[in-house]
């Protein structure tokens, strides 16, 4: 009887032993899972045939990550779970022929933050926007520009304000970390059922 009772201790430790956050986590993760399954099948544009989960901010919830490619361009659609909804955000990289459009999407892994950068090889236009993903929404946290003007000398705007090359340069790597950033373009993305099946 005493032996019943020790191990009835026993097990009963190991079960308050198991992290409330651990819990929480799977809860929200098969939360988001189904509500990724359920925008899959109803929402997502046709376009867009292989995905991947990552995590992008810092919590337990990964993000969806549709991607497909068209004459050398890559548009990559980023969808995150709020406890409510799905949202999205649409990106584009990749190099096009037409007006020399040449264009990354990284991002810092678990810090939330993405950045969206690109020029435009006939004018040398160029730009950079730094996302911040948080608690399932996205919110545009910093962006710069530069252009060419009409005495072929390079300006620079970040956000409204006028500022030389190296206050753009350290205002961005402020903003968005690049010894840090992977790129989508190297994640291992899988086909649209594979990740249905994935997220069942």
């Known amino acids: ?11 009963v430790m190991l079960i308050l032993a198991v992290p409330t956050t651990d819990v929480q986590a799977a809860g929200s993760n098969k939360k988001a899972y189904k509500a990724y399954a359920n925008w899959l099948n109803k929402k997502a544009p046709s376009q867009y045939k292989k995905f991947t989960l990552v ?4 919590d337990k919830v990964p993000e969806l990550v ?6 050398g361009m890559e548009y990559y659609i980023i969808c995150s779970y709020d406890e ?10 990749g190099v096009a022929m037409v007006g020399g459009f040449r264009g990354v999407v990284s ?3 678990k ?6 950068t690109y020029i435009y090889g006939g004018t040398g236009a160029g730009n950079d926007t730094v996302y911040q993903l948080k608690k399932g929404k996205f919110k545009k946290a910093a ?15 970040w956000g409204k304000k006028k500022v030389n090359g190296d206050t753009y340069n350290n205002n961005l790597n402020k903003a968005f970390n690049h010894s840090k950033e992977k790129s989508f373009a190297d994640l291992k993305y899988i086909s649209k059922s594979n990740m249905k099946k994935k997220l069942r």
Do not use: H
Request: hydrophobic share 30%; no cysteine.
């Open 1 to 11: 009887m005493k032996k019943m009772i020790l191990q009835l201790m026993i097990l």
């Open 55 to 58: 995590k992008l901010d810092g």
């Open 66 to 71: 549709g991607q497909y490619k068209d004459r």
């Open 84 to 93: 409510k909804k799905v949202r999205t955000k649409e990106l584009a990289a």
């Open 107 to 109: 991002y810092i892994p």
């Open 111 to 116: 810090k939330g933050k993405i950045l969206e």
């Open 143 to 157: 962006s710069g520009s530069s252009q060419y003007n009409s005495r072929g000398k390079q300006t620079f705007k």
